[in-house]
């Protein structure tokens, strides 16, 4: 795996803090994280790791770790606080981020949104109005203008169907709306924004363009026809509402009544260099139970071990969805990246180290299933861990740490784990 590309991504909601430097406008997740009872003991991202002060540092610990590429994300509303108006000074904090990438050797992948919309944009109708998607290729043009010469690749939307199902559906994620099916018109609409950014970072010169769409192998709990459907929906809904538009330029299957007109089919579906994967867990579904809203029911894998989150933990998942990602789509389906993949545990910090031998062993046994879907014929060529730091985990606060490197948050002292260590050692390993 020699050219393969080692990378470590963040969000910037996650990470920046300093939430009102540089006239940032508000975001949804300042509104929601303030909103009680939303998130864990009502944390917000405030502060969070503050690295919109303490970026030189944090990419000096990604030249330690040897990395060859940083998955960050832009704020929308540092660029345009109202969603419409450029801020000169919003540029200018991504410009010093890219150029200290650019100088330690790093390229930087630039998500354009991952979850924080402008507050001003939302109070439009967020991602249920179309208009949403215009604004965004407008903001998606001004960041090519002033990036397109320095950023090696570009995300539009990370994981779009959690905006959709969270955000949206259930309410658990910013802004906060449980609209169930009522939601679907935001997948309609990111769909479009992707689409449109896509053409206008193409128009502005940028380079590669991609997706980062979280994927998750569906196990149906029995084979009784009920079940199957159940899961077939669920298929549907988290695996093929982006990617069937986008790799296939049509509706996704298995969703009656969710059809978008084929004038936007063309936008949503303009090639794509490579198709950037989030994986965490496989999902098991059971056929929905009498009165249940949802046509499926979430399930239980016991069978394996858990995270600190839950999340099952199932390294040959990666596999599986990679194999199947190239059964579905074949020759639609571009090169493929793993742009997150990572876990949090219980963790201590005890005289300056983390001996976090959990998160080593899920790493590690990860890349040997990326190494089985690649011997299997999947075309991989880069694989980003989620996260270079401990941060804010949305509705989880600071109670899920995903770092490589542990992150005091009273003192804002980072603190590389073993983990950060032992992929060190990997990386330069692989590159012999
Ligand atoms: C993904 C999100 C990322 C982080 C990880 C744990 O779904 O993209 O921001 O929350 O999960």
Redesign the pocket.
Known sequence: MTDFVWGVAT?AY?IEGAVTAGGRGRSTWDTFSATPGKTRSGETGAQACDHYHRYPEDVALMRELGVDSYRFSVAWPRIQPDGRTLNRAGLGFYDRLIDTLCAAGIAPMATLY?WDTPQAVEDEGGWLNRDTAARFADYAAVLAEAFADRVAMWVPL??PA?ITLLGYGLGQHAPGQALLFDALPTAHHQLLAHGLAVRALRAGGAGLIGTAN?HTPVWAADDRPETLAAAAAYDALHNRLFADPILLGTSPAHLPGFEIPAEDLRIISEPIDFYGV?Y?NPTRIGAPAEGNPLPFELGEIAEHPATLMGSPIVPDGLRELLVQLRESYGEALPPVYIT?N?ASFAEDLIDGQVHDQPRIDFLSAHLDSLRAAIGAGVDVRGYYV??LLDNF??AEGYGQP?GLVHVDFATQRRTPKDSFHWLREHIAKQRG
């Open positions: 969000s996650q991952h990370n994981e959690m979280n989030n965490y997150e990572g989620w996260s985990e949305w995903f």
